[in-house]
């Protein structure tokens, strides 16, 4: 069974950089489509980003695009999410999740494992 466990939340200015970590156990980990998704207070989960297990086949949601970047290393068995020019409307607890098969979508239903979750805070 696979685990996943994320780190690197905190507080940044807006317009800072912060780097979320995610940390997956297991022997089948590398194998796995990871996203990245994301719920601030009184909203609903939404997708931020996903990448396929090769590494490849990135999605966005249209509000992180050319701010946010997943990258996987499968050797370490962790996947990232770089996230730059952070807004005002970013705060929120971002979880890691792992889909087993299939690629990204936007469903959180679709995904079979999930993180506890970091917090991320951005000031004004």
């Known amino acids: 069974q696979v685990q996943l466990v994320e780190s690197g939340g905190g507080l940044v200015q807006a317009g800072g950089s912060l780097r979320l970590s995610c940390a997956a156990s297991?022997?089948?980990?590398?194998?796995?489509?990871m996203c990245w998704f994301r719920q601030a207070p009184g909203k609903e989960r939404e997708f931020v980003a996903g990448?396929?297990?090769?590494?490849?086949?990135?999605s966005y949601a249209d509000s992180v695009k050319a701010r946010f970047t997943i990258s996987r290393d499968n050797a370490e068995n962790t996947v990232y999410l770089q996230m730059n020019s952070l807004k005002p409307e970013d705060p929120a607890v971002y979880y890691c999740?792992?889909?087993?098969?299939?690629?990204?979508?936007?469903?959180?239903?679709?995904?079979?494992?999930w993180g506890q979750g970091t917090q991320v805070t951005v000031s004004s």
């Open positions: 999740a792992a889909r087993k098969y299939g690629s990204s979508t936007y469903l959180a239903r679709e995904y079979d494992v």
């Open positions: 297991g022997r089948t980990a590398s194998s796995y489509t």
């Open positions: 990448i396929l297990w090769t590494g490849r086949g990135t």
